[in-house]
């Protein structure tokens, strides 16, 4: 393990392009607002809120040797992360989010890792020769792992014995990855966090709210689940215990990245030693604060 290292961050890192406007919008509106650019990629979304933390993330993913990978590996240590293991593409761009925001919250997005998709194993050759983990000695940790990954490498992640003694933390990118998550729920592997739409589509079923999409995990095999519906209750679940609690009452000035802080504030908080209802307690006012976040428009 990297003597600095707190937690492996692995999937995607990339630029996001967010499109802000304070207007609320529908299919084919053109309206005032705000572009930016910013590090982002879920990976790379729960690394900085980790960051803020006090934690020391290890990113391993797939940037290229484009001039905007060189531009964000520099901003990624800048800000505080650990860059040595990331592999480095002489061929493969580097990947991009474009995402357009409203008042009435997401409109669009598009995410771009075929960059991620194309690498496949080869960001986690450091997992394999020693310099983090290896066959005979498996890395010993905390993982956050995004949903970013093909669905056969999460696959043979779910399997592989290169994790049997990670901390193994597992996240969809958005609802259309969801069902990537799959063989973590057959092999009962990691602790899932997922929105009520990601459980709905993992069980292939309507929850009435986040408790119940809870157990409907558990009953699908999953080890250990967090569900979160926005501004309703959130719900935390294993085989012992539920416990469900609602998020603050807040304005929502944004949203993408909302459920990366959500996920990153909890494993933080664990990390300092905090029980399960303190952990999800300041895992839900960190989203609330981060949507509720100031934003130009």
């Not at 961050?9 to 392009?17: E, M, N, R, T, Y």
């Not at 934690?55 to 590996?73: K, R, W, Y």
């Not at 996240?171 to 990691?190: D, I, N, T, V, Y």
């Not at 119940?212 to 719900?235: E, K, M």
Request: negative net charge.
């Amino acid at each position: 393990m990297t003597k600095d290292t707190d937690i492996l961050c692995i999937g995607s890192v990339l630029w996001d392009v967010i499109g802000r406007s304070a207007s609320h919008m529908q299919q084919g509106s053109d309206v005032p607002g705000r572009i930016t650019r910013l590090p982002g990629g879920v990976a790379m979304n729960i690394a900085m809120t980790l960051v803020r933390f006090g934690m020391s993330p290890t990113l391993l993913t797939a940037i290229g040797q484009d001039p905007e990978g060189h531009e964000l590996v520099d901003s990624c240590r800048q800000l505080g992360m650990i860059t040595d293991h990331i592999y480095r593409s002489e061929d493969l761009p580097t990947d991009r989010y474009m995402a357009v925001e409203g008042a009435n919250g997401l409109i669009a997005a598009i995410a771009d890792a075929h960059s991620l998709e194309a690498a496949g194993t080869k960001i986690l050759l450091s997992l394999q020769d020693g310099s983090l983990g290896s066959e005979k000695a498996p890395f010993q940790g905390l993982v956050a792992l995004d949903g970013n990954l093909t669905q056969q490498l999460l696959q043979d992640i779910a399997l592989s014995s290169t994790f049997t003694r990670a901390d193994l933390r597992v996240a969809p990118a958005s609802p259309g990855k969801a069902e990537r998550l799959m063989p973590f729920l057959a092999q009962s592997r990691g602790t899932l966090y997922v929105n009520l739409i990601e459980a709905n589509i993992l069980c292939q079923t309507e929850f009435e709210g986040s408790a119940a999409a809870a157990q409907g995990l558990l009953s699908r095999g999953a080890h250990r689940v967090l569900v979160t519906d926005g501004g309703n209750p959130a719900t935390e679940a294993d085989a012992t215990d539920l416990i469900t609690q609602t998020p603050p009452e807040v304005l929502v000035t944004r949203v993408t990245g909302a459920g990366d802080t959500f996920m990153a504030a909890h494993i933080a908080a664990e990390a300092a030693g905090e029980n399960r209802d303190a952990a999800l307690n300041r895992a839900l006012l960190a989203a609330a604060t981060y949507v509720s976040g100031e934003t130009p428009l």
